[in-house]
């Protein structure tokens, strides 16, 4: 069984003579942000109904939802700022190391740590759109204590510019992020458990296109069984950080 430093300058070599490498983040890498993942011991999904964000459910009960949907996204998320682990991952594309983020996470905190190429496969939550006239707001524009939040052109309910359960990925970051894993000699997954598909094809297909799985998580998931060539077993912040120290 390697130890830790043999499996980090392991992935750091790797990583150095990569000529296309892609990240792909979960809910893990926001965890030490401040923001609960959604699954786990501490998971969101513990505690809240996934059904609020169901597009059915929020198109009939759009103020239950949004109540929820507030609590969870806007008051939690609000004061989040980008941990460690985003801050390497912008250093490292910024030294020609990464390509591409391809994240599932809709808390902007890839953009905010600097990172430039950022797949947002289930969109955002900084931005609001009007279902009836595709008004784009800001969140930080609008009154969250008037829920649910209406369009000022039509009245219409606005809905957070992420995608709900029932709702297609933005098609968009959908080719992005297949394209990136077709090309990528390496895949670094942070703090995903890899349950949710499509999103879970993207390292898969890297896989499938002949890329090495160096995985970050203090846990096993599906992927570390099944594709993943190096766990690099601990928490996102620390473990960058360390492969930060041995790539520069
Ligand atoms: N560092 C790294 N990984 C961590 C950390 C940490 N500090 N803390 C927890 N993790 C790992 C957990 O072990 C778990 O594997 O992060 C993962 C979080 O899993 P999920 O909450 O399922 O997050 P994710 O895989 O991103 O969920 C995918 O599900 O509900 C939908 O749309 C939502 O984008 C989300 C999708």
Known sequence: MKNMKSLLEEAGKIIQISNFTIAFTG?????????????????????????????????????????????????????????QAHRVLANLESNKLLNAVVTQNIDNLHYEAGSKTVYEFH????????????????AKDID???????????????????????????HDAYAD??????????CIIVGSTGEVTPASYVPRTAKQAGATIIEINPDETIFTSSITD????GKAAETLNKLQEILF
């Open 144 to 170: 969250f204590e008037n829920i649910p939040p209406k369009c000022v052109h039509d009245g219409e309910v606005l809905k957070p510019d992420f995608i709900f359960f029932g709702e297609g990925i933005p």
């Open 123 to 138: 969109g955002n939550s900084k931005k609001l759109k009007c279902l009836k006239c595709g008004q784009v707001y800001d």
């Open 177 to 186: 992020s297949f394209a990136a894993a077709e090309k990528a000699e390496v």
């Open 230 to 233: 190096i766990h690099l077993k």
């Open 27 to 83: 809910a893990g890498i926001s965890v030490e942000s401040g923001i609960p993942p959604f699954r786990g011991e501490h998971g969101l999904w513990n505690k809240y109904d996934p059904q609020v964000l169901d597009l059915g459910y929020f198109l009939n009960n759009s103020e239950r939802s949004w109540l929820y949907i507030r609590e969870i996204f806007y008051d939690f998320f609000a004061e989040a700022k980008p941990n």
